[in-house]
């Protein structure tokens, strides 16, 4: 099993930045991806970023290329989504993902390849 634990989300003024941390635990060898999606009210949860085990390849939806980074570090087994020039459409809960051997062959911009879910931070950006 896996756990992960995301941090760091909070209200900010459109234009602001917010940079979200997801630690993982237990059994972090089998994680061979990890991605953050979001939630807003009402709506289908969507794919923000992700990025694979090496951190040589980082995948973004298109209303977040240019504004939003993802990282990992390893050693610490966490997972980072920092988030610059923030917009009220912005808004909403994040949540961080982790994915199994089955990540390593398939996309990993769907919530399919994502065995372990978080339990979410909210982000909330005022106009």
């Known amino acids: 099993q896996v756990q992960l634990v995301e941090s760091g989300g909070g209200l900010v003024q459109a234009g602001g930045s917010l940079r979200l941390s997801c630690a993982a635990s237990?059994?972090?060898?089998?994680?061979?991806?990890m991605g953050w999606f979001r939630q807003a009210p009402g709506k289908e949860r969507d794919f923000v970023a992700a990025i694979r085990r090496s951190g040589s390849n980082t995948y973004y939806a298109d209303s977040v290329k240019g504004r939003f980074t993802i990282s990992r570090d390893n050693a610490k087994n966490t997972v980072y989504l920092q988030m610059n020039s923030l917009k009220p459409e912005d808004t909403a809960v994040y949540y961080c993902?982790?994915?199994?051997?089955?990540?390593?062959?398939?996309?990993?911009?769907?919530?399919?390849?994502?065995?372990?879910w978080g339990q979410g931070t909210q982000v909330t950006v005022s106009s």
């Open positions: 237990g059994r972090t060898g089998s994680i061979f991806a």
């Open positions: 993902a982790a994915g199994g051997p089955r990540s390593t062959i398939v996309t990993i911009t769907t919530t399919g390849p994502y065995d372990y």
